[in-house]
């Protein structure tokens, strides 16, 4: 999976959680501006873990703010056989 494809991913799981449309979500602004709250980001960090098998803190979206910066993350992350 590319950067592209996990910021659709991201965009899409922020779209069932906060019910605005995935196309909305700039990559670049911080995720807190949507309303994102402590529950809704240990959540997106739960949801990352499982869905790509990695450990990742529940205050990943405090370190990483943002949809850019999340992806970027989990480029580094994510082994290369679970991102194809």
Request: charged residues 20%; hydrophobic residues 40%; without cysteine.
């Amino acid at each position: 999976m590319g950067r592209d494809s996990l910021i659709d991913f991201i965009r899409n799981y922020l779209s069932e959680l906060t019910s605005l449309p995935a196309h909305e979500f700039d990559v670049d602004q911080p995720l807190e501006r949507y309303g994102l709250d402590s529950i809704g980001a240990a959540g997106l960090s739960g949801h990352l873990s499982d869905t790509f098998q990695v450990e990742l803190s529940p205050n990943m979206a405090y370190d990483y703010p943002t949809i850019s910066a999340i992806a970027d993350h989990l480029l580094g992350v994510i082994p290369a056989p679970a991102r194809a």
